[in-house]
């Protein structure tokens, strides 16, 4: 069992950066691919970066390539999710989700944060 707890969200304004912070418990956090979701209202829950589980590779959606940026500490428990050059259109409920690998990680991950709210204000 594997529980994930997600900070850093909060409203910025369009071209400002926020770094999400996501803490997960268990001595088996290494072993699992890590991702970013997010759900912006009235839309469905879309992938947005991926980490495996040494870290060496990742994975974004081609909307925020260049832009964000997932890493992990694996010594903390904790995946991170530097995001840079925010645009409105980024506005949504961040997850955090834990896979077996990042090929599992869709259609569902085997784990889900509670979320955290992002705001990006024009």
């Known amino acids: 069992q594997v529980q994930l707890v997600e900070s850093g969200g909060g409203l910025v304004q369009a071209g400002g950066s926020l770094r999400l912070s996501c803490v997960g418990s268990?001595?088996?956090?290494?072993?699992?691919?890590m991702g970013w979701f997010r759900q912006a209202p009235g839309k469905e829950r879309e992938f947005v970066a991926a980490?495996?589980?040494?870290?060496?590779?990742?994975y974004h959606a081609n909307s925020v390539k260049g832009r964000f940026t997932i890493s992990r500490n694996n010594a903390r428990n904790t995946v991170f999710l530097q995001m840079n050059s925010l645009k409105s259109e980024d506005t949504g409920v961040y997850y955090c989700?834990?896979?077996?690998?990042?090929?599992?990680?869709?259609?569902?991950?085997?784990?889900w944060g509670q979320g955290t709210q992002v705001t990006v204000s024009s």
């Open positions: 989700a834990a896979a077996s690998t990042i090929a599992a990680m869709e259609p569902s991950p085997d784990y």
């Open positions: 268990g001595r088996t956090f290494s072993t699992y691919a």
């Open positions: 980490s495996a589980w040494s870290g060496a590779g990742t």
